[in-house]
């Protein structure tokens, strides 16, 4: 009579590497779900329009940076056209990340603050601009689009 304990051997390996892999999928979800910080879009938008009088005065003070003690924004920077960004989180893990936020543009014109375009200017896109990698002459899924909150004032986000 054969023995089919060889069977079960292989079978409680493939059981115990099925569980593992199951394991290491939800804690990449986890840490996918975790890893999101951002505000929302609405959320941008007010923050930006409730304080656009306190923000402009701290930028003509030649202090934005300050700005980025404030809640809901984690860094502020300046672009060499002039433009202030403040970066308010993200989400993802690795290649498939994104980053909401956003700027200030002094002459009032939406900016690619990514400067990812590649010399392709932006297009208009639901109630603001953007640009799509795919839609361009480059293959890929980066993704950029900006809006309007109120004079001077959009919000943005990026896709990696």
Not at 12 to 27: D, E, I
Not at 40 to 64: P, R
Request: with cysteine.
């Amino acid at each position: 009579m054969r023995s089919n304990k060889p069977f079960k051997i292989i079978l409680a390996v493939f059981s115990g590497l099925a569980l593992l892999k199951l394991l290491f999928f939800l804690l990449f979800i986890l840490l996918v779900a975790w890893g999101s910080d951002h505000l929302t879009q609405n959320q941008i938008a007010a923050l930006a329009e409730e304080n656009k009088e306190k923000i402009v005065d701290c930028i003509q003070a030649g202090n934005a940076d300050r700005l980025k003690d404030w809640k809901g924004i984690k860094d502020v920077w300046t672009l060499d056209n002039g433009c202030i960004v403040f970066y308010c989180g993200g989400e993802g893990f690795g290649p498939a990340t994104s980053y909401y936020g956003f700027y200030y543009s002094p002459d009032d014109t939406p900016f690619d603050i990514e400067a990812m375009t590649g010399g392709d200017p932006l297009v208009e896109e639901g109630n603001g601009w953007g640009w799509h990698e795919c839609q361009n002459s480059r293959k890929g899924d980066n993704a950029y689009y900006t809006e309007q909150i109120c004079p001077c004032f959009f919000y943005y986000e990026s896709h990696f």
